[in-house]
Nanobody
Framework: QVQLVESGGGLVQPGGSLRLSCAAS????????MSWYRQAPGKERELVAS????????NYADSVKGRFSISSDNAENTVYLQMDSLKPEDTAVYYC???????WGQGTQVTVSS
């Protein structure tokens, strides 16, 4: 059974940092592309970052380049999203997705506010 379980969300002040984790199970993690998406209230879900777990190639939305970093640990079947210099506009529910099997996690809330 495919499972993607996100963790690490929370409330942080502007300029702060958070690290999201997505633990994957039920499929071969090593040869997939894993992504982080986010959805703010009243807005469409958008791609934040993705990584090809085999080659390590990464891709970022322009709005997070230089502030966010995606990485993966193939031994732990986990993908991470390090978020630095957070802004109020980063507030959203963040979702993990395995692109090759179109499977989503349940999401974790990130709130950036003073």
């Amino acid at each position: 059974q495919v499972q993607l379980v996100e963790s690490g969300g929370g409330l942080v002040q502007p300029g702060g940092s958070l690290r999201l984790s997505c633990a994957a199970s039920g499929f071969t993690f090593k040869y997939t592309t894993m992504s982080w998406y986010r959805q703010a209230p009243g807005k469409e879900r958008e791609l934040v970052a993705s990584i090809n777990s085999a080659g390590g190639r990464t891709n970022y939305a322009d709005s997070v380049k230089g502030r966010f970093s995606i990485s993966s640990d193939n031994a732990e079947n986990t993908v991470y999203l390090q978020m630095d210099s957070l802004k109020p506009e980063d507030t959203a529910v963040y979702y993990c997705k395995c692109e090759s099997i179109n499977s989503w996690g349940q999401g974790t809330q990130v709130t950036v506010s003073s």
